[in-house]
């Protein structure tokens, strides 16, 4: 106790020197727990960001393309199932497809038919033996590509045809359970017995047994920039998602599963795929769409490795400031020591007094600054905030905790180097001080 009363009494004494340690070390504390805080704030924004743009995962087989009858492009809907359950997942959707052949509607478009007999007139070789031998699905591919989809805003997406429906209407989510088909202006023109309001019947071509009927609720426009009949949005024809997969055995083509977790992105597309493998037997790949989250969390990024950069450069130069004033201040009492040491005081004494003189104004500078900043949270906070482009993404907090373990360093830190100052010197004698 007498070595804090001691402590007290040169504190006062040193009033001067000490109050511009505390008004320093208040002014550092305000500027080092900014940085922090925008550091953890920046967290908070980047997982608020991810949340809010999530990302797609597309999962096909190794090696899959967009066309109907290849038979390699097919997995079971249920084989994938497993994956809606996870927590990071929290939509799916699911794209089906066949290749069928017209029961009650003739070949179509004619003209390819025309390009088949003129290419055999012409050059002795007939179109589709010449152009896709060795390749038997594309050869035996019926007329008609099937799409099974929730809503048509999806199958545009998937296609990035660019269609648009432009008679009748289209169909969403509450079509489910409905045999409905939107199908294209060729297909009309071709079929003119046809129209929106009428039902058409289609036969799988991979199994002949199996048929669908439906009721055509609306035309698409369509491209035909394909030498293949399957391959030609003009040919196809989409029904809702449940149907397609009823006309097909329940295998789907695509599944594309969103979460709000993109940053773990890479995790979830290697266990989709070690998954599936076990599911199926089969490779997977896995395709990402993340994009947009990472060119918004880019200059995020950017803002946190500045402030981690700026508080670690101002907490080593307020650590090397510590130490030239304990340096000049223990060069001041050289004498003082010398006395106390002729005087016979013991040296522990000598040390706890110095620490708690040195220390003490240190940890009320830092706490008084710890303080402002609290108190200062929503101005400062909302000004840097709004500085950085993070207002209206999260809520600016100071974070204290940094404020606790700043304190628990710098007095470790202070108290060492008091320490061995003051070992050093009980290595002389008490003449040699003064």
């Known amino acids: 106790m007498r070595n804090v009363k001691r402590s007290l009494k040169s504190i006062r004494y040193h009033w001067k020197r000490n109050v511009f340690i505390m008004a320093a070390l208040l002014v550092v504390m305000v500027l080092l727990l900014g940085m922090a805080s925008l ?92 152009k896709y031998e060795g390749n038997e699905e594309a050869k035996a591919a019926g007329e008609i590509t099937v799409i099974g989809v929730s809503s048509l805003e999806k199958a545009w997406e998937f296609k990035r045809r660019g269609a648009e429906v432009i008679s009748g209407r289209g169909f969403d989510e509450t079509d489910a359970d409905r045999a409905v088909a939107v199908v294209s202006e060729m297909f009309l023109r071709n079929n003119p017995v046809k129209k929106v309001g009428d039902e058409i019947t289609l036969k799988n071509v991979l199994n002949p047994g199996r048929t669908m009927t439906a009721e055509i609720i609306g035309v698409h426009t369509e491209a035909v920039e394909s030498d293949l009949i399957a391959k030609s949005t003009c040919n196809y024809i989409y029904v809702p998602l449940e149907q397609c997969l009823k006309f097909n055995g329940g295998d789907i083509i695509q599944a594309t599963f969103h979460t709000d977790a993109p940053e773990r992105c890479d995790e979830l597309a290697e266990d989709m795929k070690d998954l599936m493998k076990q599911e199926t ?37 307020l650590l090397l400031i510590l130490l030239m004033l304990s340096v000049r201040f223990f060069s001041e009492c050289r004498k003082e020591i ?57 809520d600016f907090h100071i974070a204290a905790g940094y404020a606790l373990e700043m304190v628990i360093l710098t007095a470790v830190f202070e108290t060492v180097v008091t320490a061995v100052i003051l070992f050093r010197m009980f290595r002389l004698k008490g003449k040699e001080l003064l």
């Open 338 to 394: 010398g006395i106390w040491i002729s005087l016979g005081e013991k040296k522990r004494n000598i040390l706890t007094q110095k620490v708690l003189e040195s220390a003490l104004p240190v940890l009320a500078g830092m706490a008084a600054g710890t303080c402002i900043a609290l108190r200062m949270e929503e101005t400062v906070g909302g000004w840097i905030a709004g500085s950085f482009g993070l207002s209206g993404c999260a």
């Open 39 to 130: 550091k953890e704030n920046v967290k908070d924004v980047v997982a608020a960001t991810g949340r809010r743009i999530g990302a797609d995962l597309t999962l096909r087989r190794e090696g899959a393309t967009s066309e109907s009858f290849y038979r390699r492009n097919y997995y079971p809907a249920e084989s994938v199932k497993e994956i809606e359950k996870w927590g990071e997942v929290n939509a799916a959707d699911y794209i089906s497809m066949a290749n069928a052949k017209g029961v009650d509607v003739k070949e179509f478009p004619s003209h390819y038919q025309e390009l088949s007999k003129q290419s055999f007139e012409d050059n002795g070789l007939d179109y589709y033996e010449d």
């Open 281 to 317: 037997g089969g490779e997977f790949t896995v395709y990402e769409e993340r994009m947009m989250y990472l060119a918004a969390i880019t200059p995020l990024n950017g803002v946190a490795k500045t402030s981690r950069a700026m508080f670690y450069t101002v907490y080593a130069i």
